[in-house]
């Protein structure tokens, strides 16, 4: 009986992914570089071994599969799947589909989309969220590419997928480029997510000398309300493990210098290109770059001092509560930009990417998952509004959370601790609720020194000011 789907790169993501499929029954052609591998794979996988069919070679994988074949990716990005395509296209044929699982730049997926185009492949990019878990047991799947080619592989992602409420977290999001771009954009918020939850976790150690474990009861407790979810639930599991060499919290044994493999980044300069602020990522990016300059922060220490323990003051509780809101409302910032950025991504190249079903697959699944995500996709269901801070929802949800946002943030400067994605969440928030701002100035001095012009509040057409140019 030949597969109806295939898979290239027996990774721990490829590997789970495959498993995963083979699981909701449907028989799966698998093909690894180094040509062992798909044998161990298969024989490793106890009761799932019949549904897996290991291919020695990129012709037998072709072989194996029922046209039209779809044939899923999961390399890592960039070259890797270059090459790939490149063996695919000397053995699949007409209307088979190659679909890229991997976190590629949307730019790649556009081009690659391109240069299968008229071969008779088509390419689909899609974006699969939910880490190792997630691929094995229903990840988040976000799909890009022509809607006939999706409806062609639809039932097997829609089987695969979590499930929020028994609705499958996979849909297709618009032509080329769509899905990879939303998986991006997916990736940055995660970026904010954990830099603000950083943040937070920075205030309470360093600001109120609290230890992990009471830390982690903390955001354990927080995970009951409206802050509910996968990242707040890991954070709490995290601050409560110990070491197994030196039994100390492992919190305190990791290195303060963060990864990052190129997503976040990239939803920056994105957002950049279109014109569309999204601050609160980018001093998530930002943050991870600075953490990795270990050695010079530790000799800027020395040369201005370390900022003494303590510095958050006043009643416990209350100063929790607030820790707890001001988080909320940096959220709700985070948020509200990253889906701006898809939305001007979606006009720009014409996608019509639906934002309320995005929200929807990020329900479950993903790694950003949370109860919040249900509110936003209720809120955005409800009627189409310029930015998710004018949705009456997060309006009134708004108005409650961010005067705590800005006591940590002063609290936070006061005590010399940095909080750059809360304090650019608040700055952004500040300046768009903000009906006369100082960009006037700007405007006079541009004039001043370059004859700019500027408009008036009270006439229409370019004017200059009276500089004596
Ligand atoms: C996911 C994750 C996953 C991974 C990213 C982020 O949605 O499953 O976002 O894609 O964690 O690669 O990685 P970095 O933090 O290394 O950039």
Redesign the pocket.
Known sequence: EKAEIGLIGLGVMGSNLALNIAEKGHRIAVFNRTTARPHEFAAEAGPLSDMIVPCDSIEALAEAIQPPRPVIIMTQAGKPVDEQIALLRGVLSENDIVIDAG?ANFHDTMRRFHELEGTGLTFIGM?????EE?ARHG??IMVGGTEDSYKRIEKVLLDISAKYQDEPCAAWLGPNGAGHFV?TV??GI??ADMQMIAEIYGALRDGLGMAPKEIGKIFAGWNEGRLNSYLIEITAAVLAADDEKTGKPIVEVILDR???????KWSVIEAQTLGVPATAIEAAVAA?VLSSLKDERLAAEDVYGARPAGGFGGDREKLLADLELALFAGKIAAYAQGFAVMDAASREFSWNIPLPMVAKIWRAG???RSQFLGTLAEAFSAGKVANLLMAPAFVTMMREAHPALRRIVAQAAEAGLPVPALSSALAYFDSYRQGRGTSNLIQAQRDFFGAHGFERIDEPGAHHGPWGL
Not at 127 to 131: L, R
Not at 258 to 263: D, E, H, N, R
């Open positions: 976190n974006g699969v969220s939910g880490g997630g990840p988040s998986k997916h990736n995660e970026y963060a990864g990052q493999k190129g997503t976040g991870r993903c790694i950003i």
